[in-house]
Nanobody, 128 residues
Framework: QVQLVESGGGLVQAGGSLRLSCTAS????????MGWFRQAPGKEREFVAV????????NYRDSVEGRFTISRDNAKNTAYLQMDNLKPQDTAIHYC?????????????????????WGQGAQVTVSS
């Protein structure tokens, strides 16, 4: 079993930056692709970004491409989401998630039901 804990959320003005951290315990994240999802009030949870086991492949939703950067430090058992040039529409609870790297990974990387482990979420609020 893997336990994930997010940190680093908060309130920031538009144009500002935040870095979310996702620290795992129980098992090493070496065997898991790590993703970030978010859910705004009254909206469905949506995919934000994912990074594969080695860290050499990343994928982002269009609206954050070029502003957000996902990374991982397997030695620290931690994944990160650096968020720059934040916009009010980025306001949401951001969740860290981990999944096994199955054969259909690339075709399902944005589908939350394929993620096995989830953190409790970190609130990100961007004021205009």
């Amino acid at each position: 079993q893997v336990q994930l804990v997010e940190s680093g959320g908060g309130l920031v003005q538009a144009g500002g930056s935040l870095r979310l951290s996702c620290t795992a315990s129980g098992r090493t994240i070496t065997n898991y692709a790590m993703g970030w999802f978010r859910q705004a009030p009254g909206k469905e949870r949506e995919f934000v970004a994912v990074i594969n086991l080695s860290g050499q492949y990343t994928n982002y939703r269009d609206s954050v491409e070029g502003r957000f950067t996902i990374s991982r430090d397997n030695a620290k058992n931690t994944a990160y989401l650096q968020m720059d040039n934040l916009k009010p529409q980025d306001t949401a609870i951001h969740y860290c998630a981990g999944r096994t790297h199955t054969g259909n990974f690339y075709s399902t990387l944005g589908v939350d039901e394929y993620y096995n482990y989830w953190g409790q979420g970190a609130q990100v609020t961007v004021s205009s």
